[in-house]
């Protein structure tokens, strides 16, 4: 989960992203170039975060859940 904000103080906006410890913080003088920020910001911790779950060897996947699938096809067969 990211925490996303923006918050306005007198001296500009602070543009926040991150939980935690891990959090990234920017000064901006306008709205604009805050929300601007930001959406760069998640767009890249997404696509990040997509291909951290994308499996490196997809045919392991398959080929694990395949087995799955054809041992509990067996175990049905034979129980019924």
């Avoid at 543009?15 to 003088?29: E, L």
């Avoid at 306008?30 to 601007?36: I, R």
């Avoid at 080929?63 to 041992?71: I, K, P, Q, Y």
């Amino acid at each position: 989960m990211l925490n996303v904000f923006i918050q306005h103080k007198p001296d500009g906006y602070y543009a926040f992203i991150g939980t935690g410890m891990r959090v990234q913080v920017m000064k901006f003088h306008t709205l604009p170039e805050a929300k601007a920020w930001l959406l760069k910001q998640l767009k890249l911790s997404l696509d990040k975060m997509q291909s951290e779950m994308q499996p490196e060897i997809p045919w392991l996947l398959w080929g694990c859940l395949g087995g799955a699938f054809a041992l509990l096809a067996t175990w049905r067969m034979l129980i019924f």
